[in-house]
């Protein structure tokens, strides 16, 4: 006999009994019958956002953080195109996602109602998000929704994870469905297995690094996705392999490790760069390959491939071999396969292998890049260098402190001069460096991780996007401590375009001709959270210390020189603006 039940109450009881503890989103006339379901959970809190492409990158950081599908409610029209960015970023960076989003009734499809999206085909608002979701499904018949929902939250976190979207008539919303419907799906599985190595192939892996000459691993954002960073260092640790990373490795290895190099590519060093270039095997392990990472694949500054022969592990097969040729391609989860080859590893050559050479000639590079920046992160000038904001920033903050960056100095800077001695602490928007992700990913990263001290680190140009996440975290007090390294421009665009074209034209901040700069720590004020302008360099560090003690939200706009960051690498970027010359990027002040 059937039991006919509230669509958006059993959705409800779904995501409770899922275990989804909060989701992200804004109202609209759309969802308002989700919202009032959700008004009764005592299980999963709501995070109420003024804009949607908050909730959507605030739902980014959270499940990075938390390792499990986000959950983002939107509303259709300017609420779904809202939250495009936000899903976008989170799409190009492997974050599962779980997107629903209200759409005009289902029996108005094609009668242009009130917001529909319809220039090209009748009730299509879903296809917008074709181009980067893993899948996108539109709920058509009312009975079909619960195994939409299960094959949702299924698909975005297995395999290689990303966001889904789940299009929803309004109608959907109020409808009365069978409860078995949604009773049957409690015996799926809600974890698919993934897939790992014999042992076979795990000990002809070993071999073949164990063997080479000049090998290192390089490691891509995919290992700290799998939640295996422990594994990775264990391997590390016990082969003696020198360990470079793409940006999103950065933290997968700490810094202190005698074995990490650092990051390589454009804004890499000529040491890493050059070890990995001069490599006779390379161990790559959830990376991409992506062109700044690789001074845009120029076989003279980072990697050259072939001769370096290139052992390449990833849960998606179509990245293996896309910009460097295999000996050796393996599709598998990284966890797994690290437990596998840390096995082999043990049982092939049960001493690990300390490389002294290799980490003094790692420790005397570290030496002697702090020795050349020491100045500048030592100089009282102000407004503040750049250099002494990261260093004061690294002094003042916990060393399992999770910090959270935007696009600019503040991402490139970190991810060339920031030493991390926890691993999985660092969280940056890589694949689409999205301008406005830091605040509130932040704040997503510390809901996810409530006992974990949580910096956002931006630029004022990306705070300047989003600032309206202020009210949200406000309201619901995420004690989030943001650092605004202030250069009154776009700063690094500003660089660029004064290096090869002599202008700045677009890139600073003027009003009237005059410099011109918004009170960021009155806006923050304004806003119910505590503001505090920086007016010396002496004074940042105190205050930062200050304001990671009182577990409140506080915001500090720090003012910096706007000097590039410094770049051994390559670009291809820089032959379009200045054929046949080496020109990269050049101060504004």
Not at 474 to 491: K, S, T
Not at 573 to 580: H, L, T
Request: charged share 20%; proline share 6%.
């Amino acid at each position: 006999k059937e039991l006919m039940r509230n669509m958006s109450e059993q959705i409800i009881q779904y995501l409770e009994d899922r275990g989804v503890e909060h989701i992200f989103g804004l109202c609209g006339h759309t969802n308002i019958a989700f919202l009032a379901a959700l008004s009764k959970s005592k299980k999963i809190k709501f995070i109420n956002v003024r804009h949607e492409q908050i909730a959507s990158h605030a739902a980014d950081g959270y499940a990075r953080v938390t390792k499990k599908a986000s959950v983002v409610l939107s509303t259709l029209g300017p609420g779904i195109t809202n939250n495009v960015t936000g899903v976008a970023t989170a799409a190009l960076d492997s974050i599962p996602m779980v997107v629903i989003a209200g759409d005009v009734q289902s029996y108005y499809f094609g009668k242009h109602p009130h917001q529909e999206v319809n220039l090209h085909s009748d009730g299509s608002q879903c296809e917008i998000y074709r181009p980067f979701a893993k899948r996108v499904w539109r709920v058509d018949r009312a009975e079909l929704f619960p195994e939409i929902l299960e094959k949702a939250f299924s698909l975005a976190e297995s395999g290689r994870p990303g966001p889904v979207l789940i299009d929803v008539p309004m109608d959907m919303f109020s409808a009365e469905v069978d409860e078995a419907l949604f009773k049957r799906l409690s015996y799926n599985a809600k974890m698919i297995q993934k897939p790992s190595i014999d042992e076979e192939l795990a000990e002809k892996i070993v071999k073949l690094i164990a063997n080479a000459k000049n090998p290192v691993i390089h490691v891509g954002g995919g290992v700290k996705l799998a939640g295996a960073t422990a594994e990775f260092e264990k391997f590390v640790n016990h082969m003696g392999i020198p360990v470079s990373c793409s940006l999103m490795g950065k933290a997968t290895l700490p810094d202190t490790n005698p074995l990490m190099m650092g990051m390589t590519g454009f804004w890499g060093t000529k040491f890493i760069n050059d070890k990995c270039r001069n490599a006779d095997y390379i161990l790559a392990l959830g990376t991409s390959f992506k062109e700044c990472d690789c001074s845009s694949w120029y076989p003279d500054f980072t990697f050259s491939g072939p001769p370096t022969k290139l052992i390449h592990i990833d849960i998606d097969p179509s990245e293996i071999g896309r910009n460097y040729p295999v000996e050796l391609g393996v599709v598998a989860d990284l966890k797994k396969t690290l437990i596998m080859m840390n096995k082999a590893a043990k049982k092939l050559y049960p001493q690990a292998h300390k490389n002294k050479a290799v980490e003094e000639e790692i420790a005397n590079f570290k030496k002697e890049f702090k020795a050349n920046n020491r100045s500048l992160e030592e100089s009282n000038q102000f407004p503040m260098s750049p250099q002494r904001i990261l260093a004061d920033l690294r002094a003042a903050v916990p060393s399992d402190a999770l910090i959270v960056t935007d696009v600019g100095w503040n991402k490139n800077g970190i991810g060339q001069q920031f030493s991390f001695h926890k691993a999985d602490t660092f969280i940056t928007p890589g694949g689409l460096a999205t301008m406005g992700f830091g605040v509130p990913g932040a704040m997503g990263v510390k809901i996810g991780a409530p006992d974990k001290t949580v910096i956002a680190v931006v630029g004022d140009g990306g705070f300047g996007q989003n600032p309206a996440v202020l009210a949200s975290i406000a309201a619901d007090n995420i004690p989030v401590v943001i650092v605004i390294m202030n250069n009154n421009a776009f700063g690094t665009i500003a660089g660029l375009i004064k290096a090869h074209y002599d202008t700045t034209f677009g890139t600073l901040f003027f009003r009237d001709g005059e410099e011109y700069a918004p009170d960021y720590a009155g806006i923050a004020r304004m806003y119910g959270i505590e503001g505090v302008k920086i007016e010396k360099a002496e004074d940042f560090k105190p205050e930062l210390e200050r304001a990671i003690k009182t577990n409140r939200p506080v915001v500090l706009d720090v003012r910096m020189v706007n000097i590039p960051t410094p770049t051994e690498g390559h670009w291809d970027i820089m032959n379009v603006f200045s054929p046949g010359k080496k020109i990269h990027h050049v101060s504004t002040h």
